[in-house]
C-alpha cells in the first residue's frame, strides 16, 4: 500500500546511513519551512546490501519522486574534506580507501552502486564523509610517534570518526545556547555499538577518541578500544592467530562482549548479575571519563558535555557511572531529570553544576540531507 502525503515538491532526499551490518533510511522533501522527514526506518543483522530494501522503503510514498541521494561513507582519507557529488572518480577513491575501513567504505560503495542501478544516472548521489569533520585536526592530535616517512607514504594518522555524528550534537548544542559563542568548549560523547568523544573548542573539533581506523579509543561493544600495541604481535607469536584472526579479535570479539564473555548489548549486562559483565559495564564507564577527564585539560575546562547515540541517550545508568566523582570539574548531575531523559533532548545536570549536560539525540540523517541540498544548490540546481 503506497501513502500520499499530498506533496509537490521538486526536491527529495533519500539518505542512505549503512553500518557494517544495518541500515537506516531516511526520506526529506524541501518545503517553504525548510528540510521535512516523512519517514525512516532502521534494519538490522544485513549480510549483504539489498536494493529491495531501498525499492520497499520508497515504494511506500507515491507522490514523491527522489532527486537526490546521500550516502555517509566513513572514510574520506585525506581527498575528501568536504560533502561531495558522486562521480566515478569519487567511487574509485572510496574504493582505492578500502583498506582503511574495511568493514564500513566497501558495504557504502555497494550501496551508491545499488542506488544508481535503481535510480539511474540522471538522479545525483552525495557522499558525506565521516572523516571530514576532523580534517584540520591539530597536528599534535593528529600525529602518531612512528617514522614520518613512512607514515606519509602509507597515510598513516589520526583520522577521526563518527564525525556526523558528533557534528549533529555540535550542530543542536549551538541552537539551544547560542549566546554561547560557537558553541564554546564542548565535549561530545557518541556511544551506541561503536563508541567515540571528540573534544571541540568554538566548533573546531581539537582531539577525538578514533584514530587511523575506528578501532582506536573507547571500549566498544565488540571493538577494543585502545590496546598496547605490543598485544597484536603476542596474539600473532603465541596465539598464533593470523592477521585476519587478529582483525576479527579486535573488531569482532573484544569490547563489551570479550570481557563480559556474556553480550556485546549494555542493556543485556546492566540486568546481569555476572561479575564480568559488571566489570565489562565498569571499564567501559571508566575509559570514558578517562578521556573527558583528558579532554577537560585540552580545552581548559567545558561549557557542554553532550551525549548521544544509543546508549549514550538511552541509559541512565551508563551516564551517571561515566560522571561519577566529576563533581570538582564542575560536573554536577540532576539525577532525577538523568533518571528520565531516555530517548529525548533534555538538560541533565544540576543547576549548580558549571558544565551543562546534555541528552542530545543525534540526526545524522538530517545532516546529511542538508548537506546534499547545500551541494546541489551550490551546481545551481533549483530548490
Given at each position: 500500500?503506497?501513502?500520499?502525503?499530498?506533496?509537490?515538491?521538486?526536491?527529495?532526499?533519500?539518505?542512505?546511513?549503512?553500518?557494517?551490518?544495518?541500515?537506516?533510511?531516511?526520506?526529506?522533501?524541501?518545503?517553504?519551512?525548510?528540510?521535512e522527514?516523512?519517514?525512516g526506518?532502521?534494519?538490522?543483522?544485513?549480510?549483504?546490501?539489498?536494493?529491495?530494501?531501498?525499492?520497499?522503503?520508497?515504494?511506500?510514498?507515491?507522490?514523491?519522486?527522489?532527486?537526490?541521494?546521500?550516502?555517509?561513507?566513513?572514510?574520506?582519507?585525506?581527498?575528501?574534506?568536504?560533502?561531495?557529488?558522486?562521480?566515478?572518480?569519487?567511487?574509485?577513491?572510496?574504493?582505492?580507501?578500502?583498506?582503511?575501513a574495511?568493514?564500513?567504505?566497501?558495504?557504502?560503495?555497494?550501496?551508491?552502486?545499488?542506488?544508481?542501478?535503481?535510480?539511474?544516472?540522471?538522479?545525483?548521489?552525495?557522499?558525506?564523509?565521516?572523516?571530514?569533520?576532523?580534517?584540520s585536526?591539530?597536528?599534535?592530535?593528529?600525529?602518531?610517534?612512528?617514522?614520518?616517512?613512512?607514515?606519509?607514504?602509507?597515510?598513516?594518522?589520526?583520522?577521526?570518526?563518527?564525525?556526523?555524528?558528533?557534528?549533529?550534537?555540535?550542530?543542536?548544542?549551538?541552537e539551544?545556547?547560542?549566546?554561547?559563542?560557537?558553541?564554546?568548549?564542548?565535549?561530545?560523547?557518541?556511544?551506541?555499538?561503536?563508541?567515540?568523544?571528540?573534544?571541540?573548542?568554538?566548533?573546531?573539533?581539537?582531539?577525538?577518541?578514533?584514530?587511523?581506523?575506528?578501532?582506536?579509543g573507547?571500549l566498544?561493544?565488540?571493538?577494543?578500544?585502545?590496546?598496547d600495541?605490543?598485544?597484536?604481535?603476542?596474539?600473532?607469536?603465541?596465539?598464533?592467530?593470523?592477521?585476519?584472526?587478529?582483525?576479527?579479535?579486535?573488531?569482532?570479539?573484544?569490547?563489551l562482549?570479550?570481557?563480559?564473555?556474556?553480550?556485546?548489548?549494555?542493556?543485556?549486562?546492566?540486568?546481569?548479575?555476572?561479575?564480568?559483565?559488571?566489570?565489562?559495564?565498569?571499564?567501559?564507564?571508566?575509559?570514558?571519563?578517562?578521556?573527558?577527564?583528558?579532554y577537560?585539560?585540552?580545552?581548559?575546562?567545558?561549557?557542554?558535555?553532550?551525549?548521544?547515540?544509543?546508549?549514550?541517550e538511552?541509559?541512565?545508568?551508563?551516564?551517571?557511572?561515566?560522571?561519577?566523582?566529576?563533581?570538582?570539574?564542575?560536573?554536577?548531575?540532576?539525577?532525577?531529570?538523568?533518571?528520565?531523559?531516555?530517548?529525548?533532548?533534555?538538560?541533565i545536570?544540576?543547576?549548580?553544576?558549571?558544565?551543562?549536560?546534555?541528552?542530545?539525540?543525534?540526526?545524522?540523517?538530517?545532516?546529511?540531507?542538508?548537506?546534499a541540498?547545500?551541494i546541489?544548490?551550490?551546481?545551481?540546481?533549483?530548490?
Open positions: 500500500m503506497t501513502q500520499n502525503f499530498g506533496i509537490n515538491t521538486t526536491v527529495s532526499v533519500l539518505a542512505v546511513n549503512a553500518g557494517s551490518s544495518s541500515l537506516r533510511l531516511s526520506l526529506f522533501v524541501q518545503t517553504e519551512d525548510g528540510l522527514r516523512l519517514a526506518v532502521h534494519h538490522s543483522g544485513i549480510d549483504i546490501p539489498d536494493s529491495s530494501l531501498l525499492e520497499r522503503f520508497i515504494a511506500s510514498f507515491d507522490a514523491v519522486e527522489i532527486t537526490q541521494v546521500v550516502h555517509r561513507v566513513v572514510h574520506g582519507g585525506e581527498r575528501f574534506t568536504m560533502p561531495c557529488l558522486i562521480d566515478a572518480a569519487v567511487e574509485t577513491e572510496i574504493e582505492r580507501l578500502i583498506p582503511l574495511p568493514l564500513h567504505n566497501s558495504v557504502a560503495l555497494e550501496w551508491i552502486r545499488l542506488a544508481r542501478g535503481l535510480f539511474g544516472e540522471q538522479v545525483p548521489q552525495v557522499a558525506v564523509f565521516d572523516t571530514a569533520f576532523y580534517h585536526l591539530p597536528k599534535v592530535a593528529a600525529t602518531y610517534a612512528l617514522p614520518r616517512e613512512l607514515c606519509q607514504e602509507l597515510g598513516i594518522r589520526r583520522y577521526g570518526f563518527h564525525g556526523i555524528a558528533h557534528r549533529a550534537m555540535l550542530s543542536r548544542w549551538q539551544i545556547r547560542p549566546e554561547v559563542k560557537d558553541g564554546g568548549r564542548v565535549i561530545s560523547v557518541q556511544l551506541g555499538s561503536g563508541c567515540s568523544i571528540t573534544a571541540i573548542n568554538h566548533g573546531v573539533p581539537v582531539d577525538t577518541s578514533m584514530g587511523f581506523s575506528p578501532l582506536e573507547l566498544m561493544a565488540t571493538r577494543s578500544g585502545d590496546v600495541p605490543m598485544v597484536v604481535t603476542c596474539l600473532q607469536r603465541q596465539a598464533g592467530l593470523n592477521i585476519e584472526e587478529v582483525e576479527r579479535l579486535l573488531n569482532k570479539q573484544s569490547g562482549l570479550g570481557v563480559s564473555g556474556e553480550s556485546h548489548d549494555m542493556r543485556v549486562l546492566l540486568n546481569s548479575d555476572s561479575p564480568d559483565a559488571e566489570l565489562a559495564v565498569n571499564l567501559y564507564c571508566y575509559r570514558i571519563r578517562k578521556y573527558i577527564g583528558a577537560l585539560a585540552v580545552l581548559g575546562g567545558a561549557d557542554a558535555i553532550l551525549f548521544g547515540g544509543g546508549v549514550g538511552n541509559s541512565p545508568q551508563v551516564r551517571a557511572k561515566i560522571l561519577q566523582g566529576m563533581e570538582w570539574s564542575g560536573v554536577q548531575l540532576n539525577l532525577f531529570d538523568n533518571d528520565n531523559a531516555a530517548g529525548k533532548e533534555i538538560c545536570s544540576a543547576v549548580t553544576g558549571k558544565t551543562e549536560v546534555w541528552v542530545i539525540p543525534v540526526d545524522e540523517a538530517q545532516v546529511m540531507a542538508l548537506d541540498v547545500t546541489m544548490a551550490g551546481r545551481g540546481d533549483s530548490l
